[in-house]
Nanobody
Framework: VQLQASGGGLVQTGGSLRLSCTASGRTFSNRIFGWFRQAPGKEREFVASIRWNPALTKYADSLKDRLTISRDYAKKTIYLQMNSLKPEDTAVYYC????????????WGQGTQVTVSS
């Protein structure tokens, strides 16, 4: 599986962004796709994930009220809708994929920068 992330940008506090992650490959039914982020000087952290089919979702507790992860089955695209953005959301956001049987994400996109201005 190859992943291509997009949709980052500069937004003011309180604004919204939708990130996209387009996947290529043959088999998605046994995969989970996730979003992670890494801010400067900080470790990478989990943001949200979605199982391809059925579309079961999971969120970081501190973020779940402001995020929605979804997927478009036909477009092979995973979305992350982020609302009420805060300066502390500034980070590079990565999409990643793993098989259900593994805890390790083995496919990573290139990352997309999200910057929230105060």
């Amino acid at each position: 599986v190859q992943l291509q992330a997009s949709g980052g940008g500069l937004v003011q506090t309180g604004g919204s962004l939708r990130l996209s992650c387009t996947a290529s490959g043959r088999t998605f039914s046994n995969r989970i796709f996730g979003w992670f982020r890494q801010a400067p000087g900080k470790e990478r952290e989990f943001v949200a994930s979605i199982r391809w089919n059925p579309a079961l979702t999971k969120y970081a507790d501190s973020l779940k009220d402001r995020l929605t992860i979804s997927r478009d089955y036909a477009k092979k695209t995973i979305y992350l809708q982020m609302n009420s953005l805060k300066p502390e959301d500034t980070a590079v956001y990565y999409c990643a994929g793993r098989i259900l049987a593994s805890n390790e994400y083995d496919a990573w996109g290139q990352g997309t920068q999200v910057t929230v201005s105060s």
